[in-house]
Nanobody, 123 residues
Framework: VQLVESGGGSVQVGGSLRISCTVS?????MGWFRQAPGKEREGLATIYVANSSTHYADSVKGRFTISQDNAKNIIYLQMNNLKPEDTAMYYC?????????????????????RGQGTQVTVS
């Protein structure tokens, strides 16, 4: 499975941005993560591919939306009302078992495959 993130960039405070993850191969569970300089990687959202069931970290609930386009094999993260503290490298991750999508905590190490990231800067 190969994952390629895109769509990152610079955005003003309060603005919106949608980033994408193009997936080559099969997957059952997709997740979005971010890591800011000097901070730990943070799990943001997951989507269970079979039924589009989603789960969000409290820190982004209500502002971020994960979705999928099955025809294009793309996972999106729509980010609204962006804040300076949202500045980070954003990564997508994939898991073949689906198990990480059923946990309340979104854990990077539980995913099988990970992308290289796309930078989002909010100022």
């Amino acid at each position: 499975v190969q994952l390629v993130e895109s769509g990152g960039g610079s955005v003003q405070v309060g603005g919106s941005l949608r980033i994408s993850c193009t997936v080559s191969g099969s997957t059952d569970c997709m997740g979005w993560f971010r890591q800011a300089p000097g901070k730990e990687r943070e799990g943001l959202a997951t989507i269970y591919v079979a039924n589009s069931s989603t789960h969000y970290a409290d820190s982004v609930k209500g502002r971020f939306t994960i979705s999928q386009d099955n025809a294009k094999n793309i996972i999106y993260l729509q980010m609204n009302n962006l804040k300076p503290e949202d500045t980070a490298m954003y990564y997508c991750a994939s898991d073949l078992s689906g198990i990480p999508c059923h946990w309340s905590t979104i854990r990077w190490e539980k995913f099988d495959y990970r992308g290289q990231g796309t930078q989002v800067t909010v100022s």
